[in-house]
């Protein structure tokens, strides 16, 4: 497609229940980048994939988080025995290959967890 | 580690007034400089971007941003702005080289008034 696409835009979860989010980057796009958004936090970074490289992961919170990247496109974020301070806007984000490109964000997914 | 630290977090203004948001990194090295902005229930986009040359960089719909080196700063600014400019405003770092995390600060809320 022409954006970054994700799915699902919403998901409503119990605690303790595991999700999975997908992304799917502009076609082309080497890098990509996990953020989760939360009211009066910003944008905090999750992961980012670049090319054939061992993903950056320094920035997921904790061992229940985890992402793949299958085939240098598609990647899925799955966040295991989901607690409700998950509850977020995740981003996914893809860049061109090269130096500093800019990052096209998709519309995110929205998680609550009840 | 690089960070990113955005002075206000709401600013409200009148149509017509002149719009100046701070930003502040830190980041020993080499950077590239951002400005994103999510307009309400839209995807965040890109507004201006500095790589190296001009200082002075100009982006769209008339927003400007100024990166000074000495002060670790990329303050964005608009000298009139309109109420279609309510959104929330994020400054974000890349630090080294493209291949690195790109990050956000926690973004500044403006509301203008028409």
């Known amino acids: 497609g022409a954006g970054v696409s994700q799915s699902p835009s919403n998901k409503v979860t119990e605690k303790g229940k595991d999700v999975e989010l997908r992304c799917d980057p502009i076609?082309?796009?080497?890098?990509l980048y996990w953020y989760r958004q939360s009211l009066g936090q910003g944008l905090e970074f999750l992961i980012y994939?670049?090319?054939?490289?061992?993903?950056?992961k320094s920035g997921l919170p904790s061992d229940r988080f985890s992402a793949e990247r299958t085939g240098g496109s598609v990647s899925t974020l799955t966040i295991q025995r989901t607690q409700q301070e998950d509850s977020a806007v995740y981003l996914c984000?893809?860049?061109?290959?090269?130096?500093?490109?800019?990052?096209?964000f998709g519309e995110g997914s929205r998680l609550t967890v009840l | 580690a690089q960070s990113v630290s955005q002075h206000n977090h709401h600013v409200i203004l009148s149509e017509a007034a002149s719009l100046e948001l701070g930003c502040n990194y830190s980041y020993g090295g080499t950077v590239n400089l951002f400005w994103y902005v999510q307009y309400p229930g839209q995807h965040l986009q890109l507004l201006l971007k500095?790589?190296?040359?001009?200082?002075l960089v100009k982006g769209i719909k008339g927003f400007e941003a100024e990166f000074i080196k000495s002060k670790f700063s990329f303050n964005l600014r608009k000298p009139s702005v309109q109420w279609s400019d309510t959104a929330e405003y994020f400054c974000a770092v890349n630090g080294d080289s493209g291949y690195s995390t790109l990050t956000f600060g926690k973004g500044t809320m403006l509301l203008v008034s028409p």
């Open positions: 994939f670049q090319g054939n490289s061992a993903p950056d």
């Open positions: 984000a893809s860049r061109r290959s090269g130096y500093g490109g800019e990052l096209f």
């Open positions: 500095y790589f190296s040359g001009d200082p």
């Open positions: 076609s082309g796009h080497t890098a």
